[in-house]
């Protein structure tokens, strides 16, 4: 069973931390002072597998609209549904006036955000070592 549901307490974003450290920074080499930005401006979310803390997202308001960002699934909680229940929770949380929604988006995980309506736009990109595209949700598609 998967749950994910907005950061109430110290305790859940001391968790979220723990899973992004663990994937970005550990497993993926991300620098550290790159992962550590925006953290009190941000809405944060927590995905909890069978009892056991999976994931975390994020959005937040930026200059250009709303930004989804941070997915982290730990290793072993991959190909479980961690990943879509995620995005589908931080979509659902977003103003229901959100006209720009956007991310970045590892070249490894575009087709999950696909399901969801986002397209990518441009060329690739390099972000803290890793390849992305920009992506950004069609409009008035994603209906929940």
């Known amino acids: 069973m998967i749950i994910v549901s907005k ?28 992962e550590w930005e925006y953290e ?11 009892g056991i803390p999976a994931g975390a997202s994020r959005w937040r308001k930026t200059n250009e609209g709303y930004k989804l960002e941070r997915f982290a699934v730990l290793k072993e909680f991959r190909r479980k549904g961690v990943g879509q229940e995620l995005v589908k929770k931080t979509l659902e949380d977003l103003p ?42 069609k409009s008035n598609t994603y209906k929940i």
Do not use: W
């Not at 009190?40 to 069978?50: D, E, K, P, Q, T």
């Not at 956007?102 to 070592?129: D, H, M, P, R, S």
């Open 7 to 34: 950061v109430s307490s110290e305790e859940e974003l001391k968790q979220v931390f723990t899973i992004r450290n663990k994937v970005f920074v550990e497993e993926q080499n991300c620098p550290p002072e790159l």
């Open 40 to 50: 009190y401006i941000s809405i944060h979310f927590l995905a909890i597998y069978n």
């Open 96 to 137: 229901k006036d959100a006209n720009k929604v956007y991310l970045n988006a590892q070249i490894t995980v575009v087709k999950l955000y696909e399901k969801f309506n986002f397209i990518a736009i441009g060329n690739i990109f390099e972000e803290a070592g890793i390849q992305h595209y920009k992506m950004i949700l």
